[in-house]
């Protein structure tokens, strides 16, 4: 077994005492963030933000990708906030379309099922209890098993599974899509599910995270014998660059799947990553679209800082008190949520219909590029939620 390393960190001090930012501070932010959503509220009905913004501008499209829930997952939370119907009846005309989309078999063939399902139907069904919605929610988990690979004990994500090119291929992103297949178990009493999800992680902890605990954005297994084979990457600088969205897919992926299956394993290898992580970050606390570039430049990736946020945010409530890194990764996530909240909104952008400027959606693929991305949207807001309640996941 590979011996991955816990980094200790650059800069204790920098981390050791909680910024300033009140309860005023963080209600603000969210009544910035509740503007936009009003603001788009009569735009993104049938239609939903494209992934990423062009001049800082989302237009409306089908839900076909991979990232319609994220604004779903953003009214739902704006309805659990203010408790205002016209958050929820928007949210339940999406989960009429998500229906659609499962019943249909529309652009399903992938594994971003437990992005679009957690935070659309499944966030539903917990906050109103709506039965037809988890019912929509677990065909998407089935629909979700129809990607595992037994032998790898892996969810294929991309492409056809009979593609050479994709087949055995499982990516980072994927530990935030496990909490769908954790969730079907406990729905159904059907352990397969729970069965994948584990088996997934695990070999993600296995092969994904690297010996200095970076990550490979993709890695590639033997389909026929199980074998591991090699990281590439699709999203990063290089293959061997730690491309950093996928270490924040990782720090909040992780701790989801410890859970739902209390393997502290899980959480230790978390804390591993989220070292890593902030052992690069640029002064105001906000990565570099890849991890390479640690000053210069470069744009950088608000969107990553959101998810890593809302990880660490989610990790620290599982370390014990007498954890050092339970406060640390407070303070961190806290540092990350208030530089966002200063200088990476939209504030002064009224021309824009985003959140968070300066995401990166791919920057080896040119898109989206020093752009909004509309997950980054959807966590800085659920980092904010965090800060101010006691937030139940809809992962
Ligand atoms: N899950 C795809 C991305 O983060 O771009």
């Known amino acids: 077994m590979k011996e991955v ?63 319609a829930s994220f604004w779903t997952g953003m009214v739902w939370l704006a309805y659990e906030l203010t408790g205002d119907d016209k958050y929820k009846d928007l949210a339940k005309i999406h989960v009429q379309s998500f ?4 019943d249909e078999k529309i652009a399903v063939d992938h594994h971003d099922l437990g992005f679009l399902y957690s935070l659309s139907c499944v966030a539903d069904y917990k906050l109103t209890g709506d039965e037809a919605a988890a019912e929509t929610a677990l065909n998407a988990a089935k629909q979700l098993t129809t990607r595992y690979v037994d032998k790898a004990g892996i969810i294929q994500a991309w492409g056809s599974m009979a593609d ?12 935030m899509n496990l909490p769908l297949l ?3 178990s406990e729905m159904t009493g059907d352990n397969s599910y729970y069965e994948m999800a584990y088996n997934h992680v695990k070999q993600a902890e296995k092969y ?26 699709a999203q990063g600088f290089s293959d061997e660059s730690c491309w950093s969205r996928g270490q924040a897919w990782g720090i909040y992926g992780f701790p989801l799947s410890y859970i739902y299956t209390g393997d502290t394993e899980l959480l230790d290898m978390t804390k591993k990553l989220a070292n890593y992580f902030l052992n690069r970050l640029p002064e105001d606390q906000v990565s570099y ?14 969107s990553a800082a959101a998810i890593a946020a809302c990880g660490l945010l989610e990790t620290a409530k599982h370390l014990p008190l007498t954890d050092p890194y339970r406060t640390i990764y407070e303070n961190a996530a806290l540092m990350m949520i208030k530089s966002l909240a200063e200088s990476y909104t ?22 989206g590029v020093d752009e909004c991305c509309i997950w980054g949207d959807y966590f800085y807001f659920e980092a904010l939620v965090r800060v101010l309640k006691d937030w139940k996941l809809y992962w």
């Open 5 to 67: 390393a816990f980094e200790a960190l650059k800069n204790p001090e920098l981390y050791g005492h909680r910024p300033q930012m009140d309860k005023k501070f963080v209600e603000d932010a969210i009544g910035f963030v509740l503007k936009k959503i009003d603001e788009n509220l009569g735009t993104f009905v049938q239609k939903f933000p494209a992934p990423a913004s062009k001049n800082q501008v989302y237009e409306a499209i089908e839900n076909v990708d991979w990232t």
């Open 99 to 102: 229906k659609k989309r499962m």
């Open 164 to 175: 050479p090119e994709q087949r055995g291929r499982m990516i980072i992103d994927c530990c």
């Open 182 to 184: 954790y969730w079907a």
């Open 208 to 233: 994904i995270v690297r010996e200095d605990a970076s990550t490979f954005h993709t890695y590639y297994m033997d389909t026929e014998t199980g074998a591991p084979r090699f990281g590439k990457t």
């Open 289 to 302: 679209w890849d991890l390479i570039f640690t000053s210069g430049n470069e744009e950088r990736d608000s």
């Open 346 to 367: 939209t504030a002064e952008r009224p021309d824009s219909n985003g959140v968070l400027l300066h995401a990166v959606y791919s920057k080896p693929g040119k898109a």
